[in-house]
């Protein structure tokens, strides 16, 4: 009897502790159940606040003094929004900022529950980006073109922030098909000597503007250089010979240098070409001078720009085995690159540009650059007052960023 | 006596087998409301990403968005059960959402045009918490509401 | 017999999950309301009457529950000159709430430490309150449940977003 008595005590005990042994992980197991989604929620709502500051952040990006402004407008937001959570948010938060960008990392931490014993607090960390803002670019253009015989159009298109064209959606600006010389064709736009014209353009995120230049020589006159076989250029018709059709060519300002060109053979009868280093030498304007390397040489002579031959005899600054590289347009006068920041960036980001104005002139290149007989120059000519080499296309660029009809901001993380 | 032993003995089993099975029940549910949460989450954050892309005048088909909502789902969502339903009218008050989402009959598509109202409802029927306890627990869905930019002129 | 005081406790817990898991998904609703009503009141310059009842029935779209009550309001606040930032006292034009609910500002602003807000600038707030019953309610867990969202957002075109009133 007492035997069994024992072991009746015995298996109660043995009940006791098996109630023990599974209590605890199951109030463990609740408690981290409760506690991990008190933390999601927790991170859920600080990342909602996180991105409603960094966007009011990124609306503040045009603004001159952006870098003192941005931090404050988020740490405000920050401090509103998060005012509800039952917790400490660390403020003032990381913000980090950059011209088209605001990074905002903050963290909270609530007091924990269940788990209360173990772990003490709950901590969270989230991060938002927002970029912006994105823009619209106005341009204000003037047709010019004194080139009667070239048809000269003119499209802007964007390049996106890994450098890559995207002509998809360009826009043409104008061309140079005058209705006071031609009559109009219908169907295509056009516009009038010196009238200006606005357009505008959409620009994403990071994307730069950049111009195409469509040329097609003898594409307004019949009968003008139809033989046009390279981009320098083409021959005058011989007598008797028939015209061909005319050749186009296209240039891209986002391609720098701008024009790379292989200059294919010509006739060697009549064809002395390119620049002798006598002839530069007359030709540079003392202290006007802006060239770097005989292959993107771009100097000014006399308020015309001067660009390089490739034709030019063995120890001119042309001759540099039939490759050229030449730049063809002009930005505020001078001639063109591709500098952030530099008042002559032919490729500027909207921000970069920051409200100034780029006045931009193109040498469309139609024409050669020696014609029989003489040394340098000839319709598209470099040198001589009164002609205008790069007035092919003109017209200046604006950038409207705020408070511009599309003040886009857009979360990117 | 002997007969009583036995009795608490299998008393006690049957005991723990109901609570292991409450137990077992809860750990279920606790791993079946971590998904649902990150997949209520998940395409809370997946339709405000792909809705941008209306909101800016891009074209985009039914079927792009639901790839486009699947691709920024952080591998949660599958395709073959997200439904989409975009409305659009001049103003929002023109515009009835759709009473069922998952009903999976032909959803209607129309992104309108510049400046358009935009009602977007995106479900998803492929969590399992959602669907057999539908009753208490609502749907995966989201829905969002915008105006397209106006047009560039 | 001690088990059988658990067994109730961890079916409670079951309910409280499922509970829970409805819960979070009305808060996502009530926020996704807030932010779209925010985003488009900051793409205007300036709101009339008929367009924040349009935009509240957008909100009221998103939130897209039929059970429980659902309001939405918005208010322009426009901050003093420097130095004193944000101030719940401050605010230009207070939105027609829909369908009556006011907003409680002075549980969400503060002023800010450090530093300050350009003065006249302005923000939009934004709040979406609901309450929902809840699906499976034994005590201790409440029947129903308030959720509240409050949405801060900066307007897009113009230093202040005008509105009629």
């Known amino acids: ?413 | 006596m002997t007969g009583l032993i036995v009795d608490r003995r299998g008393v006690a089993a049957l005991e723990f087998a109901i609570v292991g099975g409450t137990f077992f029940l809860l750990l279920l549910l606790v791993i079946q409301f971590g998904l649902y949460y990150l997949q209520v989450t998940a395409l809370d954050l997946a339709v405000q990403k792909a809705s941008r892309q209306i909101l800016i005048n891009q074209a985009v088909t039914q079927t792009q968005f639901v790839t486009n909502i699947q691709a920024d789902s952080f591998g949660l969502l599958q395709s073959q059960t997200i439904h989409v339903a975009v409305q659009s009218a001049a103003s929002f008050g023109a515009i009835t959402p759709v009473a069922n989402i998952a009903a999976g009959a032909s959803l209607p598509y129309d992104t309108g045009t510049y400046g358009s109202a935009v009602l977007i409802q995106v479900g998803y029927t492929g969590n399992a918490l959602a669907n057999l306890l539908s009753q208490f627990v609502p749907g995966v869905s989201s829905t969002i509401a915008f105006q397209r930019e106006p047009s560039p002129q | 017999m001690e088990f059988g005081l658990i067994a109730p406790v961890l079916l409670l817990l079951c309910f409280a999950i499922v509970d829970f898991a409805a819960a979070v998904r009305v808060q996502i609703g009530v926020d996704q309301a807030a932010r779209a009503v925010a985003n488009l009141i900051v793409q205007q310059s300036a709101v009339t009457t008929a367009q924040l009842d349009d935009f509240y029935i957008a909100g009221r779209d998103c939130y897209a529950f039929n059970s429980g009550t659902f309001s939405i309001s918005a208010a322009s606040v426009t901050f003093p000159p420097a130095p004193s930032g944000w101030d719940a006292a401050d605010y230009s034009g207070h939105f027609a709430p829909s369908p009556g609910n006011l907003l409680t500002l002075s549980a969400g602003l503060a002023a800010s430490s450090g530093g300050s807000v350009v003065g006249g600038d302005s923000t939009i707030v934004v709040q979406a309150r609901s309450t929902f019953a809840i699906p499976l309610a034994f005590w201790p867990i409440p029947s129903s449940l308030t959720f509240t969202s409050t949405e801060f957002a900066r307007p897009r075109l113009s230093f202040v977003v005008t509105a009629p009133n």
Request: charged content about 10%; aromatic content about 8%.
């Open chain 1, 1 to 413: 009897m007492s035997i069994i008595r024992c072991l009746g005590r015995d298996r109660r005990g043995a009940v006791a502790l098996m109630t023990a042994i599974t209590t605890l992980p199951l109030v463990l197991f609740a408690g981290v159940a409760i506690d991990c989604a008190r933390q999601i929620e927790l991170y859920r709502s600080m990342q909602n606040s996180a991105d409603a500051a960094a966007l009011a952040g990124a609306t503040l990006l045009s603004e001159a003094n952006y870098a003192d402004d941005v931090p404050v407008l988020v740490n405000a937001y920050l401090k509103a929004s998060t005012a509800g959570v039952n917790g400490t948010v660390t403020l003032p938060a990381t913000v980090a900022v950059t011209a088209d960008s605001v990074t905002v990392t903050v963290s909270a931490s609530i007091p924990s529950t269940l788990l209360s014993l173990l772990v003490p607090r709950l901590p969270t960390s989230v991060t938002a980006v927002a970029g912006g803002p994105e823009a619209t670019i106005t341009i204000s253009a003037t047709p010019n073109g004194t080139n009667a015989g070239d048809l000269n159009t003119l499209y802007v298109y964007a390049v996106k922030p890994d450098g890559t064209r995207d002509v998809s959606d360009k826009t043409i600006l104008f061309n140079n098909n005058s209705c006071f010389l031609q009559a109009c064709v219908p169907g295509v736009q056009v516009f009038n000597k010196g009238q200006t014209y606005s357009v505008q353009f959409a620009l994403g995120l990071g994307e730069r503007i950049a111009f195409e230049l469509d040329n097609v020589t003898g594409g307004r006159s019949s009968s003008y250089y139809q033989n046009s076989p390279n981009t320098y250029g083409s021959m005058p018709l011989s007598a008797g010979q028939a015209a061909s059709a005319a050749a186009a060519n296209v240039y891209y300002s986002s391609d720098y240098p701008a024009t790379l060109e292989t200059v294919p053979a010509r006739p060697a009868a009549g064809r002395s070409g390119g620049y002798s280093a006598a002839n530069q030498a007359a030709m540079v304007n003392a202290g006007n001078v802006n060239f770097d390397s005989a292959a993107t040489a771009c100097y000014v002579y006399q308020g015309t720009v001067v660009p390089v031959s490739v034709n030019g005899p063995p120890g001119s600054i042309g001759h540099i085995g039939g490759l050229a590289q030449q730049q063809n347009v002009l930005v505020n006068g001078h001639c063109a690159d591709v500098t952030p920041g530099s008042s002559y960036n032919i490729d500027p980001t909207c921000l970069e540009l920051n409200g100034e104005t780029l006045n931009i002139n193109w040498n469309d290149m139609g024409n050669p650059i020696a014609v029989q007989g003489s040394t340098v120059g000839d319709s598209d000519r470099y040198i001589a007052s009164g002609y205008n080499t790069f007035s092919d296309m003109s017209y200046s660029v604006s950038c409207t960023v705020d408070p511009g009809p599309f003040l886009r901001v857009v979360l990117t993380q």
